[in-house]
């Protein structure tokens, strides 16, 4: 199958898929009720949250959150945001984190995400998927906004949501690429 470039005759919608976390992943729904209502997509672009969510729809997995979340959330790094108790204690396990990111260049551990998008994703390429699928991600050094439209999806959903500090870059082509919402909330550049 040909890769995406933006000139495709096949009627139906672009959409764009922004990011925002919790945010991002209400695209699961819209995409579902775009499904089930019949319309024809012609392509999508996603950015961070929004990547997760086009390339559910580009593999024909199930548009829903739990299954997408069980695969891809670092329960560590949740339980540390979301505990409940002693604030004392949640604080400590704050600056632990912090200082393991000033050793290293994030916070999280990239490699249970990548185990858990594998476990979804297994070795699809953007150029497979249908309906055509864009997603943006952001170069470190220049800022630029950088398309991705051909190569591993693994690799390319997790430089789309790799959100600097929190998670390392993503090495691509030459670049250090970080999440798309860095320089572009809402995938327009991708969806053009």
Same mark, same amino acid.
């Given at each position: 199958m040909a890769a995406f470039? *933006?000139?495709?005759?096949?009627?139906?919608?672009?959409?764009?898929? $922004?990011?925002?976390?919790? /945010?991002?992943? +209400?695209h699961l729904g819209a995409l579902r009720a775009i499904r089930e209502a019949g319309l024809p997509i012609a392509g999508v672009a996603g950015s961070s949250a929004g990547?997760?969510?086009?390339?559910?729809? *580009?593999?024909?997995?199930?548009?829903?959150?739990?299954?997408?979340? $069980?695969?891809?959330?670092? /329960?560590?790094? +949740?339980?540390?945001?979301?505990?409940?108790?002693?604030?004392?204690?949640?604080?400590?396990?704050i600056q632990s984190r912090l200082f393991k990111a000033l050793r290293h260049?994030?916070?999280?551990?990239?490699?249970?995400?990548?185990?858990g998008l594998l476990e979804l994703y297994g070795s699809a390429r953007i150029e497979e998927l249908v309906p055509p699928l864009a997603i943006n991600a952001a170069d470190l050094n220049t800022g630029e906004v950088v398309v991705l439209?051909?190569?591993p999806l693994v690799d390319?959903?997790?430089?789309?949501?790799?959100?600097?500090?929190?998670?390392?870059?993503?090495?691509?082509?030459?670049r250090l690429l970080v999440d798309g919402d860095v320089v572009e909330k809402v995938p327009v550049t991708a969806a053009r």
């Open positions: 470039d *933006g000139s495709t005759t096949q009627p139906g919608l672009i959409l764009a898929l $922004s990011g925002g976390g919790v /945010r991002g992943f +209400a990547a997760y969510a086009a390339a559910n729809l *580009g593999l024909d997995l199930p548009l829903e959150v739990e299954p997408l979340m $069980s695969h891809v959330i670092d /329960r560590q790094l +949740a339980d540390l945001f979301m505990a409940n108790g002693n604030r004392l204690l949640r604080a400590a396990k260049t994030a916070i999280a551990d990239a490699e249970r995400l990548r185990k439209r051909e190569g390319a959903v997790m430089a789309s949501s790799a959100i600097p500090g929190i998670f390392p870059p993503v090495p691509w082509g030459g």
